[in-house]
């Protein structure tokens, strides 16, 4: 009763309902209502002082377990609050490379944090993870913290994600934990759920669901995996290649040959070759290309039509409501008055990396920007900005930097593709030298 009534002042201090807070201490027993309104007011306070662990870890120069802290803490005190603003910060002042190696491990810690303040907060957390208002980066960090410690009860709320996310990073941290908890522990059962996200689904995200399957230790998705290796996305018919040859299923051989053969995209085919090569359960070499024969293939034409790379910059704001539409027109409104649109990246971008930190991106092909965005920048000049553009999840604005325009390209310019061709038909020829005989017992097996 004291950590209800505990709970109920603290409603009082942090939200205003002095009034109700005040009836409520002074009542035994508490009403089921009065109890939520008492919970939710505990939940407050614990959620403060989870900010307070961010807040310390700022103070001792911890930076990557502050980073890991920040969408967690934006969702708290939101993105107006000094602290939010001082975490937000991290990610254009840190090297990104410091980022990702210490992420992990500070995520664990993060996890000890949480387990420190103990319940109700990490009910809270958890149902977070399946809620969709929620923002995404909160959501993928929960994700990955929570499977340190409570893997058991993450999995239900894993299971709502893959039966109705839509946007594909979130959708690809709920795949890759439910398969790695589905092989550590046997209740959760995820792979039926995971089946369910690669028949749902097309597109980018696709591979993520498929990837789960592979942690997952499944091999009894097959049929539903080939028929992803017709996706338009080269990612998922990459990692369909992955499990096929996980599976052990050797009657897959034909399909892996047609991929590496003939699929339009390189990396596709160079995956599919190797995951041929550990279904027939042989070692692929490691190929090279001569000088002479990088030439030869230069001097017989083996060419790659050029392609026009663009650098942009991008605010995107997740989700395709109104409100999302609302938000993106006014940061357009914001740049047409006269703010860069670095400055107004950084503050309105709610995809975590390059585009929140108002960078520029590496060059891009149009194989490698989404569809609806190229045709926007296609009569852009450098220095424009586009009108809002809807994607399957999210709204985004985009400057143009610089666009390139397409030339025939020099020998020097043209031999690291020109070498991979010739690896890759080196590479061909090997995984079938090695494929015949063992297509040939296959055959002579099922006819028997």
Partial sequence: MRRLIAGALCTAVLTGWSFLALELARRDPVSPS?????????????????AGKARQALARGDTV????????????LGRANPLTKS??????????????????????????????????????????????????EARCVLMRTLATRWPDRLARELARV????????????????AGRINAELASPGLVPDLRGAVARLRGWGRQYAILGLVLAEDRDSVALVRDALTDREPAVRRHGALYLAASGDMSSMKVLDDLARHDPDATTRRVAAVALSRLIGVDLPKFAAAPSEVREAYRRGVRQPPQPEVAIRQIVVLGSDAAAHARIAAARARVAAGETFESVAREVSEDRGITRAGRVSPPLTRARMVAELWRAIGHLV???????????????????????????????????ALAERVIERKRLEFVENAMLPRMAMFRSAVHE
Avoid: N
Avoid at 65 to 76: K, M, N, Q
């Fill in 382 to 416: 450098p220095g424009q900005v586009s009108r809002p553009v809807q994607s399957p999840a999210c709204w985004h604005l985009v400057q143009l930097i610089t666009r390139s325009l397409p030339r025939d390209p020099s020998f020097e310019e043209m031999a690291p």
């Fill in 162 to 177: 893959l039966a109705h996310e839509s946007y594909p990073i979130t959708l690809g941290e709920a795949a890759v934990e």
């Fill in 87 to 136: 975490l937000a910060a991290i990610e254009t002042s840190e090297k990104p490379w410091v980022l990702a190696k210490g992420g992990p491990e500070a995520e664990k810690r993060f996890a000890a944090d949480l387990a420190a303040i103990g319940e109700p907060l990490v009910s809270a957390m958890l149902g977070h993870v399946s809620d969709l208002k929620v923002e995404p």
């Fill in 65 to 76: 377990l502050a980073w890991v802290y920040e969408p967690i803490v934006r969702g708290i």
């Fill in 34 to 50: 009065e109890t939520r309104l008492s919970l939710q007011g505990e939940v407050r306070v614990q959620a403060l002082a989870l």
